[in-house]
């Protein structure tokens, strides 16, 4: 389920799917070579055998172990290699019915729209402080913001413009607040998108003849206050 999960929201697998099965051991502690193993064990047989090895692997090789063991003198290593052979054997069977819905048309995998996202932007010095405050107006549905002071000489904002935190004409509050790299951890592709929506235009000028749709948070004598994005 695993593979196919991770296979499904487009992460790279050059190796096929990734099956896992549980060995058991009754031992003989007279003759060992005459020792049972036992392939794709219960809990019960897991309670009253003497080993509970765990296989995981591709059909090409075997990718992790773990294993428990009851014996006083520990597992001899002849009857390890065969547990390990066997293991690997029983792993065929569950491996072809997963590669059965394994998808081969996409050579390139591609991510899911519904795969978590992770994306970098560097916002400037204006959009760096309405995120850094302690109760941000910018809210992105479907994601968590981080993020990390950079410098503003180096950068251009989401919005294409310079991020030059020495501009004259920005308000001194903000002519000290450095661009910074923004992290958006989104929930999925729609929220990714529209968080990446939401910081450009919280960065780009506002343009005199354009319609925008905003909010009006008061009126005043002379008109209206309409806020066109967080902060704005």
């Not at 591709?58 to 990718?63: C, F, M, P, Q």
């Not at 402080?129 to 993020?147: E, K, N, Q």
């Not at 925008?212 to 206050?225: I, P, T």
Request: hydrophobic share 45%; charged share 20%.
């Amino acid at each position: 389920a695993g593979s196919l999960a991770l296979h499904d929201a487009g992460v790279p697998m050059p190796h096929g799917p990734v099956a896992g099965v549980a060995m058991g051991l009754l031992h003989n502690h007279i003759d060992p070579a005459k020792s049972i193993l036992l392939t794709d064990i219960l809990g019960v047989e897991d309670h009253y055998g003497d080993m509970d090895l765990k296989v995981a692997g591709t059909a090409r090789a075997v990718t992790a172990l773990q294993l428990d063991v009851k014996l006083r003198d520990g597992l001899p290593l002849p009857l390890l290699r065969r547990a390990i052979r066997e293991a690997h054997a029983g792993l065929a069977p569950i491996l072809g019915t997963l590669r059965g819905a394994w998808r081969t048309d996409d050579r390139t995998p591609r991510p899911s729209k519904h795969a978590p996202r992770v994306a970098h932007f560097w916002v400037s010095p204006i959009v760096h402080a309405v995120l850094s405050a302690p109760t941000p107006d910018a809210g992105f549905p479907g994601c968590d913001i981080h993020i990390t002071p950079g410098d503003a000489s180096a950068l251009s904002d989401i919005a294409g413009g310079p991020a030059d935190a020495n501009d004259e004409n920005a308000p001194p509050a903000l002519a000290s607040i450095s661009a910074a790299r923004v992290t958006v951890l989104a929930r999925d592709l729609e929220s990714l998108q529209g968080a990446a929506a939401g910081l450009a235009a919280m960065g780009s000028a506002v343009e005199v003849g354009r319609r925008y749709h905003g909010r009006v948070v008061s009126l005043v004598e002379h008109g209206a206050v309409v806020e066109l994005g967080p902060g704005r």
